[in-house]
């Protein structure tokens, strides 16, 4: 392997070259995850805790964690529903009565 100034001994290098269609490479080159599928699994999670309020009519954190499906990514303990839930609250789709989160203005549009 050539030695190229400004590369250490141990370093490594590769170089390759592409060549078709525009689209074609672009598709290749592309990352397979992008931010939207990245966020995905938390779109997904917050989805099922807004199923769970609604089906529900509202609850207490620890009842909602019970009644969380097994479909959930992310493990939701009784505080993991709050921390959601008042974030949720901040688009209305959530209210807080008492102890109990019930299903927001937003919900029912």
Avoid at 17 to 26: A, H, L, M, R
Avoid at 28 to 38: G, M, N, Q, V, Y
Avoid at 71 to 76: I, L, P, R, S, V
Avoid at 80 to 92: G, I, S
Wanted: hydrophobic share 35%; aromatic share 4%; proline share 6%.
């Amino acid at each position: 392997m050539a030695h190229d100034e400004g590369e250490n001994a141990d370093g490594v290098s590769v170089s390759m070259e592409v060549t078709g269609p525009y689209d074609d490479v672009i598709s290749k080159l592309k990352s397979s995850t992008t931010e939207r599928d990245a966020i995905g699994p938390l779109m997904g999670d917050v989805q099922l805790l807004l199923e769970t309020v609604e089906r529900m009519g509202g609850g207490t954190r620890s009842a909602i964690a019970d009644q969380l499906p097994p479909e959930m990514t992310a493990d939701f303990d009784a505080e993991a529903v709050v921390e959601t839930c008042q974030v949720l609250e901040r688009y209305d789709l959530v209210v807080l009565e008492g102890n109990t989160w019930k299903p927001g203005p937003r919900l029912g549009e």
